[in-house]
């Protein structure tokens, strides 16, 4: 079984940084694409960044310059670093990530999501 496990969400005032992590662990052969997601209340879930294996990167315009994806191959972990924090960035940000286990059926990667960690930009 594969678990994704973020942390580092949590209350920071407009224009302050907060970075995440989630770390991918369990029955992995190898992790593919992974990215971050938030959901607003009231909206629906949006792409933030993301990251493949190779490191290319793709950021939603709304955080460009801001926030910066990276990952560890090595802890099969991804980071969001975000900086200029701004009250809307206000959302739960959810972990995901293309894997493909080590006993797996195929060599087809699966979609898995973190339980979600919240960002509140608040004064």
């Known amino acids: 079984q594969v678990q994704l496990a973020e942390s580092g969400g949590g209350l920071v005032q407009p224009g302050g940084s907060l970075r995440l992590s989630c770390a991918a662990s369990?029955?992995?052969?190898?992790?593919?694409?992974m990215g971050w997601y938030r959901q607003a209340p009231g909206k629906q879930r949006e792409l933030v960044a993301s990251?493949?294996?190779?490191?290319?990167?793709v950021y939603a315009e709304f955080v460009k310059g801001r926030f910066t994806i990276s990952r560890d191959n090595a802890k099969n972990t991804v980071y969001l670093q975000m900086n200029s924090l701004k009250p809307e960035d206000t959302a739960v940000y959810y972990c995901?990530?293309?894997?493909?286990?080590?006993?797996?059926?195929?060599?087809?990667?699966?979609?898995?999501w973190g339980k979600g960690s919240l960002v509140t930009v608040s004064s």
């Open positions: 995901n990530a293309d894997i493909i286990m080590s006993s797996g059926p195929s060599l087809r990667g699966m979609n898995y």
């Open positions: 369990g029955n992995i052969f190898s992790v593919n694409a």
């Open positions: 990251i493949t294996s190779g490191s290319r990167t």
